[in-house]
């Protein structure tokens, strides 16, 4: 049974939540849109909020993250382990977008070999998403399947339904944390179709549509036409903003530090758009721009759903909003050439 | 890679964590040519040492604390177990600091990683090796290997050449398979000097000259990017097919697992799918990711 509570009473829910999480919440104190932990009071994000800039990825994957401690004594070393952070999380009010993200980064920290720093912060972490009633120009989550006010990505699902938010239990988690909720009131037929409402309302406000249809055979065939890319790369300045605020990469670096005898060993996010990143000491095989801009685009419409089954991209529009010189993903993948060019 | 292989190396992981190094120490140093160096080392867990396995064509990473990790092949050969070997060419920051220790250094140690050379389908094959410089490391791990179960296998062609006589590295083994009447190796240099005696010429070029019988054979070719360019060529004109041509492919790599993404190409990731590849896995991107 679905539940609902008053706005007004939002700030007490985040209260009571923050008893037992650390709670995270829409802020721009230092600046920018992130998710930030709360502050006790402040519930003024449920008017400014439509996203962060950047995404929830931070808080699993941190733009820098120390991975172990190393100590050195006499040229032998010991290494540290890093202190096991059961630290309870939840997330209020991140975005369908966003909480497919999520979703699809847990594929590669999965895969293979299980990444302990991101999937123990996953473990620990209750997403309570918030539905999306006034997405961007930039936005195009319904060209991937996504809508802004649904998701089965979240343990809750909060929707905007006038004076109070409709919540939907959607994992088994999500009915636990409803269950130990005082303050929530059961949701009746009105408010579900008030909420259905709202939904529809939102979808249909994502005016921006990308054909995905047989993107990734069309990527495929024309990852050679050298000509189509240097266009599509054309404007680029290689600042690596699309990556590393997108909420679906997540390349990293690996790097030391050692100050007299006390060490660490560090990861942080990298880009496939600096030229850097492949850099080896005989040759590079991404040095040209145009290459780097097509390694980012074939990773996730061409790469990522051959390996995963599904294009690692939301929709969430940030590369193109957040763009100095207005690269635009959904015209470069509007344009990819239908059929290989003869020769090839 | 399999789901038995992922458990079957969690054993190794250093406190259950795959990117915690373990210690190891280095035994001894060879130098090779000028600016390559051969590594002895032990984990310094005996126990780990002991009960540590890989197979021929994996890699680990290797970290001199406080400067940074790069991942290198085992290139000695699980058939001979006194220690562990990689070699390393002094060309940036890990491996100019390598180069600096001394034996008794201690470094760190994470892996085996990847996939290796499938010696099962290598079984009652002609093996023709073709190799240039230092790639030669990866494959004198198989090549021992190999030598070491000789009735398992037929025909043994290596091929291997470096720049400059003073740029062969691994002369020893150079050297035991020249003596060893059941191999036939062919060692070239690009250039000769006067005190060189072998052939001149570049590696596809001599390749073709060896003209090794495609029947029944798999060639296994490692070398520097631009010969393997060449290499593959030069196999088909013999009569080689892409299924029959192994290499072992070196990419930028940071974690080593699949996660940090530096060495994709198309889909696959070298670190996690490979290093080892047949030419027809990679043939479609040689020309432009490679």
Redesign the interface.
Known sequence: MAKKISKKDIAQLLKAWSQQFAVLAPSRKRGVAEMAEWDGKDVSFLDWYRNTVVPPKASFLPPMEEMFRFQKDKGKYSIEPPSKNGQKQLIFGIRPCDARAMAILDMTFEDAYQDPYYLSKRKNTLLVGLGCANPYESCFCTSLGISPSESADVDLMLTDIGDHFFIEEITAKGKELTAKTSGLKDANKDDEAEARKAKETAYNKVTRKLDTEGIKDKLLASFDDEEFWQKAAAKCVSCGICTLLCPTCYCFDINDELVKDEGARFRSWDSCGFSLYTRMPMENPREEKWRRVRQKVCHKYEFYPMTFDIIACTGCGRCIRLCPVNWDITKVLESVPAEAKAGK | ?TVSD?SQRQKFF????????H?AVIEKIIEETPGVRTFHFNLKDQKLQKDFSFQSGQFAQY?V?????APFCISSSPTRRGHLEFAA?K??KV?NALHRLGV???I?FRGPYGNSFPLDSLKGKNLVFVSGGIGLAPLRSLIWNVIDNRNKYKKIDIVYGARSPADLCFKYDLDAWDKDKTVNMVTTVDRGDDTWKGKVGLVPKVLEEVAPSAEEAVAIVCG??IMIRFTFPALEKLGFKPEQMLTTL???M??G??????C????IYVC?DGPVFSYAQIK??V????
């Open positions: 890679m992922i250093a406190q259950g964590n795959v990117y915690l190094p210690i970290s604390f406080g400067i940074g990790e060419q060309v940036g491996t008794g250094a201690e760190g520097p990017p070196e990419k930028r940071k974690c697992i699949g996660k940090c993404g530096r994709n190409i198309g889909n996690r479609d991107f020309s432009s990711e490679y």
